[in-house]
């Protein structure tokens, strides 16, 4: 039981990191006008909310 906490809680922390670090890669391509970082940004932060609904699944 201990095991299955901790590793949603690692999943939660990774997709939150992910997530803040596509945000970051959109505000930066923002700044310097590039659409390629920008659709990185979006990229990285969808892909990463995808992962962990999948995540969540599969651990019920």
Request: proline content about 2%.
């Amino acid at each position: 039981m201990y095991g299955r906490d901790v590793r949603a809680a690692l999943v939660v922390t990774a997709v939150l990191v992910l997530v803040v670090v596509g945000v970051t890669g959109v505000v930066l391509g923002e700044a310097d006008d590039s659409p390629g970082l920008q659709g990185l940004g979006v990229l990285l932060a969808v892909s990463a909310i995808a992962l962990g609904v999948r995540a969540a699944r599969r651990a019920r």
